[in-house]
């Protein structure tokens, strides 16, 4: 912090104003206070004299100041900060640019009888980098006797460009903008009808426009974009009038200013007196992407077929760009149409790397998919983006990407197993059948709400735990023997495992397209007439017939064997010779009604019931004896 000595027009008194810009003195267009300041209020009205430069700037009063800090008396720059911005269109102050484009000091001309002396103290300035001006300026104050002190180091927030090592400066030039701050309210109003999953981002679209300073700028000053279809007329001294605006005819758009004539005019008339210029600039990236919707659904190409597409229904984004891309598709719907775009927001997170970092190009942390897709297979990566949540960050793991090929792998197998039965599928009638089918009657129901929230990762994660934990570790292995028997019950038996792989195949399709369309094609296409699982419909409560209850129940009995053998030290499938399960009374016929595909699967020639009250309805105990063959 650097405190200056300032005077006071038309007397010796003297002020003293911190600044960490003494860069800026020679920019300096105002002095200000907070209106309550008993140290200051004697000077609003009057003007101040700048140090080194006699520059006479006007005091004024404003209750954005903090009288606590530094002297209470602030140096109004063009422009230091964006609080300068405000001030001096608030008071309509002058404007002294002090820092070019290129970031350095550039000339500047001073007013009054002390002009000429001002420019000469400024001449050592100017074409210095920023850092180095101020250095210099630090030291032209400290040989004039306006220094007051050394400076002392402060520590407070400055903004910095997010993609440099620089503070952001503030610079003069003609843009484009649209009004946006004047429609707070409404903007606030259309977030708050937007369904955002997860719903706390909401907040965000809404702190961020309550927070919002300026209007949107949408021009920008580079050579790839969409150009801004306007010429400004030439007069006749050949000075540019940009307040004489000749806009493009809307049937000829595109066009390009810089190569295209405006309408009635010619090629030769461009730079020439009473002719015209085109407009160097292009759109802002936000300004052509936040029509997206309307783009897709045809808008002024197709009306009739935009009228049935938009709004849309749904916009999948990241939460960095909810104040940028989401932000302006609103601002954008709302004044074409006065509608939202869509009707729900699904807001992700960042890919992270192992150092919790956003992966990014610019950070070098990313990796391709190709090589992955290559090793892995496409389903296993599809596989470790389902598994990201929705609004969270997720840490790219190649582990996960090996827990979705085996995945992938298992359901392949799992099919083949299933198509391999000698018998046809038929009524589903065993007890143990239905009971499978009343728990995946559960999950259609737990992954369709879960899909219907929006909830990918929830409703994979609950398929996937039905797939290894109820169909391939324990159903099929209960009902393989019975259904290659041929006796009555393998109908059954294939019947149900037929119905559960096609839900579970639909089920899976939407993360996993490749596998499940490759089983589809294997024999569902025929039997279906759907030629892809992509146009099948979603599997339904209604496709399956169930019993309640049982399969939790055979699940624990079965547990109970595998539990028995493995702390035997010996393999699941060793023989027993005598196999009892002990089993609440109330679950006595339950269990007996799956009796003989347990001890099928138990490798028993017969299992026997008895009972214990100490149990609960879902506990299952065993009495075993392994084979002494």
């Known amino acids: 912090m650097h405190a200056l000595a300032f005077g006071v027009e038309g007397s010796e008194d003297k002020v003293n104003v911190a600044t960490t810009r003494p860069e800026l003195l020679a920019a300096c267009v105002g002095l200000t206070a907070h209106p309550d300041d008993d140290r200051y209020k004697k000077l609003f009205g009057r003007r101040g004299v700048t140090p080194v430069f006699g520059m006479p700037v006007p005091f004024f009063p404003s209750a954005k100041v903090d009288p606590e800090k530094g002297t209470g008396l602030v140096m109004v720059c063009t422009f230091g900060d964006q609080t300068d911005v405000e001030w001096w269109q608030e008071q309509k102050l002058a404007t002294r640019q002090a820092i070019g484009r290129n970031g350095r000091m550039q000339p500047l001309s001073f007013e009054g009888s002390l002009a000429s002396e001002a420019a000469e103290m400024y001449a050592p300035l100017v074409d210095l980098p920023i850092k180095k001006a101020r250095a210099k300026m630090v030291e032209i104050l400290r040989e004039t006797g306006a220094l007051i002190g050394e ?313 996937e735990a039905f797939f290894w934990g109820v169909f391939t570790d324990n159903y099929i292995e209960l009902v393989k023997d019975r259904a290659k028997s041929g006796g009555p019950g393998a109908a059954s038996a294939v019947g149900a495992l037929n119905i559960g792989l096609s839900v579970l195949l639909r089920l899976f399709a939407p993360v996993l397209p490749f596998i499940t369309e490759d089983v589809w094609s294997w024999k569902l296409r025929d039997e279906t007439g759907v030629p892809s699982i992509h146009r099948a419909l979603w599997p339904s409560v209604d496709e399956v017939k169930s019993r309640d209850g049982l399969m939790d129940l055979t699940i624990a009995a079965i547990t109970a064997v595998r539990k028995f053998k493995a702390d035997a030290k010996v393999s699941v499938m060793a023989a027993l010779d005598d196999l009892e399960f002990v089993v609440h009374p109330s679950a006595v016929e339950s269990i007996k009604s799956v009796l003989s595909d347990l001890a099928a699967s138990s490798r028993v020639a017969e299992a026997r019931v008895t009972t214990s009250d100490v149990l609960g309805p879902m506990e299952v105990q065993v009495n075993a004896k392994l084979s002494s063959t």
């Open 151 to 463: 400076p002392a180091p402060i520590e407070h927030s400055v903004k910095f460009y997010e993609r440099g090592e620089d503070p952001l400066e503030f610079i003069p030039t003609r843009q484009w903008f649209v009004r946006v701050l004047d429609k707070k309210d409404r903007l606030i109003s259309q977030g708050e009808k937007l369904d955002w999953t997860p719903e706390f981002m909401g907040a965000r679209f809404k702190s961020w426009t309550e927070n919002l300073q300026f209007d949107w700028c949408v021009s920008r000053q580079r050579y790839f974009g969409v150009a801004i279809p306007v010429w400004y007329q030439v007069d006749a001294d050949g000075a540019i009038d940009f307040n004489k605006i000749i806009r493009a005819d809307l049937s000829k758009l595109p066009v390009d200013p810089t190569s295209d004539p405006p309408p009635g005019y010619s090629a030769e008339q461009r730079g020439a007196p009473n002719g015209f210029v085109g407009d160097p600039d292009v759109f802002d990236t936000w300004f052509t992407s936040s029509v997206s919707p309307q783009i897709n659904s045809g808008w002024t190409l197709d009306p009739e077929q935009h009228k049935k597409l938009f709004p849309f229904d749904m916009r999948p984004q990241a939460h960095e760009i909810i104040r940028t891309w989401a932000f302006y598709t609103v601002v954008k719907s709302m004044l074409h149409e006065n509608s939202l775009p869509w009707e729900h927001v699904l807001i992700s997170g960042w890919v992270i790397d192992p150092n919790k970092q956003k992966m990014s190009k610019s950070k070098g942390n990313i990796l391709t998919p190709g090589e992955l897709i290559e090793r892995y297979g496409s389903d296993a990566l599809r596989y470790w983006a389902g598994n990201a949540r929705l609004g969270v960050d997720t840490a790219f793991d190649e582990n996960v990407l090996k827990v979705g090929k085996r995945l992938a792998t298992k359901i392949f197998n799992a099919a083949k197993f299933v198509y391999q039965q000698p018998g046809e599928p038929g009524e589903v009638t065993e007890e143990l059948d239905r009971a499978f089918l009343h728990e995946l009657a559960q999950l259609v129901k737990r992954a369709t709400a879960a899909y219907d929230r929006f909830d990918y990762s929830g409703a994979l994660s609950e398929t």
